[in-house]
Nanobody, 125 residues
Framework: QVRLVESGGGLVQAGGSLRLSCAAS????????MGWFRQAPGKEREFVAA????????DYTDSVKGRFTISRDNAKNTVYLQMNSLKPEDTAVYYC??????????????????WGQGTQVTVSS
């Protein structure tokens, strides 16, 4: 059983930055591949970023490449999403997800085993 708790969301002006955190408990972070997803009102959940449990493989959706960075600190059992040059289109609830099996789930949301409750990110123009 893994529990994920997101934090760091808030209101920011376009062009600004936020750093989201996802604290994991129940399993060591080194045993988990991790992903970030987001969902805007009235829209489907979409993939944002993912990292393999080794930390050597990362993936991003095209709309955030060059602006967002996923990272992990295994000593703190925490995954981060650094978001720079934020746009109003980035406004959504951001969710952290974990995959506990031996395979890297990447952008496929249904492959993740555990999900956090989400943190709201609002970007004003």
């Amino acid at each position: 059983q893994v529990r994920l708790v997101e934090s760091g969301g808030g209101l920011v002006q376009a062009g600004g930055s936020l750093r989201l955190s996802c604290a994991a408990s129940g399993r060591t972070l080194s045993s988990l591949s991790m992903g970030w997803f987001r969902q805007a009102p009235g829209k489907e959940r979409e993939f944002v970023a993912a990292m393999s449990r080794s930390g050597l493989t990362t993936d991003y959706t095209d709309s955030v490449k060059g602006r967002f960075t996923i990272s992990r600190d295994n000593a703190k059992n925490t995954v981060y999403l650094q978001m720079n040059s934020l746009k109003p289109e980035d406004t959504a609830v951001y969710y952290c997800a974990a995959d506990s099996d031996a395979y890297y789930s990447g952008s496929t949301s249904r492959m993740y085993d555990y999900w956090g409750q989400g943190t709201q990110v609002t970007v004003s123009s």
